[in-house]
Every structure is written in C-alpha cells, then in structure tokens.
C-alpha cells in the first residue's frame, strides 16, 4: 500500500504549519504520485530550491514510497496574498 494524501497532508501540516496546502494524488489512487501547493512562513528569506527541499525533508518516511512530487507552489504568505489579489476579477470600470 502506498501514501495516502492524508498523510501527505498531515506530514506537511505538522511539520511546516502551512498557512495553505492543497495536496492532490496523482497516481490516481495507489499513492505514489502526489501534487502539492503549500504557503508556509518558514519559506521566508528562502529560494525556490530551499523550499522545495525543506518540502522533501518533511515528507522524508513519505518520500520513500512516492515516486512522483510535483511541488506547484511553494510561497510565503505574501506572495500568496499577492497572487490572490492579482487573480481576483476586477470589476467592470
């Protein structure tokens, strides 16, 4: 049996407190493909490398059984807030 997204979910929600996290499976149920948006402050002062490794070092007992993680984002709360105000519809002038 593989991962499931739960225990992605609590694997990253215990260890980097996500202020986000949307983790989705992939490998269309066995577990061993995952996708994964999180907002963290720890990824503050942080580059996209960093982030994406201190991702795999939270999910390390995980990583043993996953084959595929596609880390989609990896923002601090700003930059998230940021992203969602540049996406909101703007209202007709």
Not at 10 to 21: C, D, E, G, V, Y
Not at 67 to 72: D, E, P, Q, R, Y
Not at 75 to 83: A, G, R, V
Request: charged share 30%; with cysteine.
């Amino acid at each position: 049996m593989g991962v499931t997204k739960e225990q992605v979910e609590s694997s990253l929600t215990s260890k980097l407190k996500p202020s986000h996290l949307e983790v989705i499976d992939t490998s269309g149920g066995c577990g061993a493909s995952f996708a994964v948006e999180i907002v963290s402050e720890q990824f503050e002062g942080k580059r996209l490398l960093e982030r994406h490794r201190i991702v795999n070092a939270a999910l390390e007992e995980e990583m043993k059984q996953i084959h595929a993680l596609s880390i989609k984002k990896a923002q601090t709360p700003e930059q998230w807030k940021q992203q969602q105000e540049a996406e909101k519809p703007k209202p007709d002038a």
